[in-house]
């Protein structure tokens, strides 16, 4: 009796762990099937992600934290592009030297730029007007990002467009809803309504709730966008002194020692690291695009205010 029921448990068990292995392989097999979507920066890949849920395989070649001016494309993500159904970037040379329509292109992919149609912020680059390409940062062009994300994911799978449309309204309220809420948030800020970055980032944002911006760097990290002179230095720092500027922001993408030096040398606090060209990790308030805009409103109203 004591022996059956030994027996009887041994199969059990042995029954569980076949079923166990059968389910993980089927998850496994569905990961396998799922059409990929490689994406450049990690906002492109929010949006993606709340566009297709669980449907499409959604990558971001950078990771929280890392900034795409100065990136340098690894084989890793080569690899990654030639498996991809579908690229996204943002454009405008946001990407530092093309970088991503480089290995789109070397992978013979196409690669959807979200910054199409969107209204540019003209900016001078040497004499020369160029597109600020840093447009996620109004609220209400980061919509132009998901529409033209929900086109192309609905030509390349019509017959779930309905389901796509139906997770883009969705998440576009929840954008006009953010929209609003940091609009009430800023009017804590009183005059002079200064925000005090390591680069040019933030003019869309500016413009958008009534700031003037002043940065080290110029719209890029890197030489290509003028980079972080003296000039710029010497410029910020009189702005400080003369405008009276409370605090400045590091950024979480650059290493924020030299605006670390700035504080010590205008007396000026640092008010916190903004999320600007990328988001946070797993668990952080910078996860998503919307936690990333909170985040940072939050942090410059406790700062300004
Ligand atoms: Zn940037």
């Excluded at 498996?83 to 290995?103: P, R, S, T, V, Y």
């Excluded at 060209?277 to 797993?282: F, I, L, R, S, T």
């Amino acid at each position: 009796m004591k022996n059956n029921f030994a027996f009887q448990l041994l199969f059990l068990l042995i029954a569980f762990n076949l079923l166990c292995v059968a389910v993980h392989g089927q998850a496994i097999g569905e990961q396998n099937l799922k059409k990929k979507i490689v994406c450049s920066t990690t906002q492109i890949a929010d949006f993606a992600k709340n566009i297709v849920g669980n449907r499409w395989d959604v990558q971001s070649i950078l990771g929280p934290g890392q900034d795409p001016h100065t990136h340098e494309v690894s084989a890793a993500s080569a690899k990654l592009v030639s498996q991809a159904d579908l690229c996204f970037q943002n454009g405008w040379n946001l990407e530092g030297h093309a970088w991503m329509e480089k290995i789109c292109k070397e992978s013979g992919k196409a690669c959807v730029t979200c910054v199409d149609g969107v209204t540019p912020r003209k900016i001078s680059e040497d004499g020369e007007i160029i597109n600020d390409p840093h447009a996620w940062f109004s609220v209400d062009r980061a919509k132009v990002y998901v529409r033209n994300i929900f086109k192309a994911v609905a030509a390349a799978d019509p017959d779930h467009k309905a389901f796509y449309l139906n997770n883009a309204a969705k998440y576009i309220v929840q954008l006009d809803t953010l929209k609003s809420e940091i609009k009430r948030d800023l009017a804590k800020i009183p005059p002079p309504r200064i925000l005090a970055t390591h680069h040019d980032a933030f003019g869309y944002f500016a413009e958008e709730y009534n700031f003037q911006i002043v940065s080290l760097a110029k719209w890029s990290t890197d030489e290509i966008g003028g980079g972080s002179t003296l000039d710029r230095r010497k410029e910020l720092i009189s702005t400080i002194r003369e405008k009276g500027v409370k605090a400045l922001f590091a950024e979480t993408s650059i290493d924020p020692e030299i605006m670390k030096v700035i504080c010590k040398e205008t007396g000026a606090k640092l008010g916190g690291k903004l999320y600007s060209d990328a988001m946070g990790g797993k668990g952080s308030p910078g996860e998503t695009y919307i936690g990333m805009m909170k985040q940072n409103v939050k942090i410059i109203v406790e700062a300004l205010k």
